[in-house]
């Protein structure tokens, strides 16, 4: 009977040392196809400056892959605190955002050291879909007679938008940010005047009107 006991026993031991072992594997495997995924999209967003100096281009690679494996750690952390958390999520929440600013602007301090400041907004601009110059685009497009001070405001606002994309956690969370920012935009415009809705109209008839045309 004793022997059964020490044979299952040693059985149990070694059932839960394989456990551990496929689970460090998976671990590792997971954790290495994570940092080939932020580094070959760190290459593709370094693209765009078409930098000659390779030493340049890979330490600004290796900053941008940093940058996402470090706020990716920073929300994780949070998570597990807001899912273990019973009420003070609200403070959670700030934590989170004060040590995502932190990581943020060492991440842009580090940055300017390197390239210069519309070199930065192109990285910037990768890291967060481009929506900034589409989205002013857009505006300008539909407001044809906005004048130069509302177009600084409009800009002003996607760039704090971006600021805040920049951190967020998934594709879903960067474009919401500039989704909130719209709203203020649009509430801007509207205090300016501009009926938004009437415009959104106007426009998407002269982009039907202009489509048919280029068919002619």
Not at 60 to 71: F, I, M, S
Not at 186 to 206: F, H, P, V
Request: with cysteine.
């Amino acid at each position: 009977m004793r022997k059964k006991v020490a044979f299952n026993s040693l059985l149990v031991g070694l059932c839960m040392l394989a456990t551990g072992i496929v689970n460090a594997q998976q671990s590792s495997s997971e954790e290495a196809s994570y940092i080939q995924t932020i580094t070959l999209r760190a290459n593709k967003i370094i693209q765009a400056l078409s930098l000659t100096d390779s030493a340049l281009f890979y330490q600004v690679q290796t900053l941008v892959a940093n940058e996402y494996a470090a706020t990716k750690n920073i929300h994780d952390n949070f998570n597990k605190q807001v899912a273990a958390a019973s009420e003070n999520a609200t403070t959670i929440e700030a934590d989170r955002m004060a040590s995502l600013k932190v990581q943020h602007n060492q991440f842009i301090h580090d940055l300017s050291s390197l390239l210069s400041s519309s070199q930065i907004d192109v990285i910037k601009d990768g890291m967060t879909y481009g929506v900034l110059p589409k989205t002013f685009k857009g505006y300008q497009e539909m407001l044809l007679t906005l004048t130069p001070a509302q177009k600084e405001k409009i800009y002003a606002y996607l760039l704090e938008a971006r600021e805040y994309a920049m951190d967020a956690e998934s594709s879903e969370k960067k474009h919401a940010w500039f989704g909130k920012y719209k709203g203020k935009i649009n509430n801007y415009l509207s205090s300016e005047g501009y009926d938004m809705k009437k415009e959104g109209i106007a426009w998407k008839e002269r982009i039907a009107a202009q489509q048919n045309n280029n068919i002619k």
